[in-house]
């Protein structure tokens, strides 16, 4: 019955710009106030402009639904001019295009995405803001524990990742860093801020950033809703700070958005 009555509906719905132009019109009214939304007719199709705060961007994809996640992630530290930022999980690059237009010129971000798939959305959204600054740039790693190559589920969602592999079909084998060792190889003299949503692989992004946070002492803000060996990863997370006598706090948004925030900004 739901199937059919969804059949019926979608049916119903107008096509092409004309249904992105319904949407439109539906997320304009229930956007918060720092927020705008818009269509940018291009030749094959429309693109979206969204506008959060005093900063807007350019996307092959609708931002409705997660542009909340731009004020989540930014919580406790805001990105600004200059900052060093590493965007791990950056998935289609949304957060990665924002911090850009953030740090700006003087500063630097780092999308950690292993996805291929996810790597090409990046490009692509990145080419449609004309007006970045070249200080982007892609890591094609993931991070880990140790430097190894391990078996990681390519499959060009949200849901790619080195904890959970579905099926044999997406399973290829990517290089695996520490974020110690990277920061060493790149002889980074500051990290501000680590935005890291890596589908369960947070806890050995972790255990491989201990020097870093000795030294640089990043603020961090972790997606710590994930589930691993039946457990949330946010108590893990939690646990790492804590030993670390790391400044940290564990938020909820949304009901579920659960992150973790950690570093100097807490204090």
């Keep these: 019955m739901k199937k059919a009555l969804k059949k019926i509906l979608s049916g119903l719905m107008p096509k092409g710009n004309a249904k992105e ?8 009214l229930l956007k918060p106030k720092q927020v705008t939304f818009d269509l940018v007719e291009g030749k094959d199709k429309v693109v979206y402009k969204t506008g959060f705060q005093n900063t807007s961007l350019i996307t092959h994809e609708a931002l409705y639904p997660i542009v909340a996640d731009f004020d989540y992630y930014q919580h406790f530290y805001k990105v600004k001019s200059g900052d060093v930022v590493i965007d791990a999980g950056a998935n ?16 630097k971000v780092f999308a950690f995405e292993p996805d291929k798939f996810n790597i090409e959305r990046i490009r692509k959204n990145m080419a449609l803001n004309p007006d970045l600054t070249d200080n982007i740039k892609i890591e094609d790693l993931l991070l880990w524990d140790k430097n190894e190559w ?55 992004a972790l ?3 201990v020097e870093t946070i000795k030294t640089l002492q990043p603020n961090f803000a972790i997606a710590s809703y994930h589930f691993v060996n039946g ?22 948004f949304r009901g579920n958005e659960i992150i973790t925030f950690a570093g100097p900004n807490l204090k």
Excluded at 92 to 107: A, D, E, P, Q, W
């Design 150 to 204: 391990i078996d990681f589920y390519e499959a060009g969602t949200v849901g790619s990742s080195a904890v959970w592999m579905p099926d044999a079909e997406h399973c290829v084998k990517k290089q695996a860093v520490t974020i110690d060792d990277w920061v060493k190889t790149n002889q980074l003299q500051k990290l501000d801020f680590i935005k890291m949503d890596i589908e369960g692989a947070e806890i050995e």
């Design 92 to 107: 289609c690059g949304h957060l990665t295009v924002f911090f850009s237009k953030l740090v700006g010129r003087s500063g």
């Design 21 to 28: 132009k319904l949407k439109l019109f539906y997320y304009r």
């Design 207 to 209: 255990d491989g950033c």
């Design 231 to 252: 457990e949330k990863t946010f108590i893990k997370v939690e646990s790492f700070f804590r030993q670390m006598n790391y400044p940290y706090k564990t938020v909820t």
